[in-house]
């Protein structure tokens, strides 16, 4: 790597000067929203919207910082991204915090979180919906592929498809997909987003348990998502596509099962060398 004079390191803190001034108002504003939370609960679900919101802001602040360095630099500024991705992980869990964390459960679970939020409607669901999968696609490309926090994605991605899920009010679904509803577009095309996120999410769980972590938690985290896919499917009538689904997760489940009893019979044979 070549050496950084004086000069560009000078220009690269010129420029991201506004980037830091507004980096502290994003942080003064997270922590006056919270107070208000704190002070009054009434709102508090909207309010944990607008810091969902605030969070995408702040990660969007860092990643300009990150772009600055590679301009001006030439070089990542990983201390810049490590802040996007947390400021990307708060973003989900304030989400999760307002929608709830289910990836597989009955509407009827959470449908009273959703009561809590009436008022932003399904329009501002679906940008806030598109724009916390931007945020974290811009994340991964700025990290790029050989990233050690590649399979941390992982739990990213499938958090915010869960929650991506759970913010659609499965009750007036077939209400909004009607073309005279003010929210037909938002509505079909966040149910596509959806399914997409589940399906991307199920993949890469059990991409992360064959390549990575041989974790059985990792697994059924994975054919949880697929079940979650497979809910929608019936949901909407989609008998042939919840029949493909099903019929995949019939192979990955009979798979888990083999691998289950393989790991308990290599445990017996450790087991009984150490006996011996």
């Given at each position: 790597m070549a050496k950084i004079s004086d000069s560009d390191r000078h220009i690269y803190y010129e420029k991201v000067k506004p980037y830091v001034s507004m980096t502290k108002a994003l942080l003064k504003t997270e922590k006056d929203l919270l107070q208000e939370t704190k002070k009054n609960l009434t709102d508090a679900p909207l309010r944990k919207l607008t810091l969902v919101d605030e969070m995408l802001n702040l990660a969007s602040n860092y990643l300009a910082v990150n772009g600055v360095s590679h301009a001006v630099l030439k070089v990542k500024n990983e201390e810049a991204l490590n802040d996007a991705r947390k400021s990307l992980y708060k973003a989900v869990i304030y989400f999760e915090e307002v929608v709830s964390n289910a990836i597989d459960a009955p509407f009827s679970d959470y449908e009273d979180k959703?009561?809590?939020?009436e008022s932003f409607d399904q329009n501002q669901r679906y940008s806030l919906v598109r724009k916390i999968g931007f945020a974290i696609d811009l994340l991964e490309q700025a990290y790029g592929d050989n990233s050690k926090w590649r399979w941390?994605?992982?739990?990213?991605?499938?958090?915010?498809?869960?929650?991506?899920?759970?913010?659609?009010?499965?009750r007036n679904v077939y209400v909004n997909m009607s073309p005279q509803s003010q929210y037909y577009d938002s509505t079909v095309y966040h149910l596509r987003l959806t399914k997409k996120l589940l399906t991307q999410a199920a993949d890469r769980y059990r991409e992360k348990y064959e390549l990575n972590t041989g974790a059985m938690h990792d697994f059924k985290t994975g054919i949880a998502f697929l079940s979650a896919l497979r809910r929608i499917h019936i949901i909407l009538s989609e008998a042939e596509d919840a029949e493909s689904v099903k019929k995949k997760l019939t192979i990955w489940k009979t798979k888990l099962d083999a691998d289950i009893k393989k790991q308990e019979i290599e445990k017996k044979e450790i087991a009984a060398r150490g006996l011996s």
């Open positions: 959703l009561a809590e939020i941390t994605f992982v739990e990213l991605e499938g958090r915010f498809a869960a929650t991506a899920k759970n913010i659609l009010n499965l």
